[in-house]
């Protein structure tokens, strides 16, 4: 049974940092696609940052690069989105995602999502 458990959200002020995690069950994190996507109020889903084996890089979104940062401990099983200098349009819920099987690139799957989600975890950046 798949479970993705997003966790570490919480109130920042603009320009502080946090780091979510996503703890993943069921399966192994590698060779695999992990992102973590985004939906701020009244806005739809988006793509933040993904890692698919199949390319091996890491995909950003235009509005994060250079702020926020994807990592993961296979050993852990679990993906991390460090964020630094917070935005208040970053204010939205963050969820992390995952694909058993990669066979697209990063980018598409932050474009199109990936098979299994995780409960998200609400950011709150304040001005």
């Known amino acids: 049974d798949v479970q993705l458990q997003a966790s570490g959200g919480g109130l920042v002020q603009a320009g502080g940092s946090l780091r979510l995690s996503c703890e993943a069950s069921g399966f192994s994190f590698g060779d695999r696609a992990i992102g973590w996507f985004r939906q701020a109020p009244g806005k739809e889903r988006e793509g933040v940052s993904c890692l698919s084996d199949i390319d091996g890089r890491t995909y950003y979104a235009d509005d994060v690069k250079g702020r926020f940062a994807f990592s993961s401990d296979n050993a852990k099983n679990t993906a991390y989105l460090h964020m630094s200098s917070l935005k208040p349009e970053d204010t939205a819920v963050y969820y992390c995602?995952?694909?058993?099987?990669?066979?697209?690139?990063?980018?598409?799957?932050?474009?199109?999502?990936?098979?299994?989600w995780g409960k998200g975890t609400l950011v709150t950046v304040s001005s």
């Open positions: 995602a995952a694909n058993l099987v990669s066979y697209y690139s990063s980018q598409y799957y932050c474009r199109y999502g990936m098979d299994y």
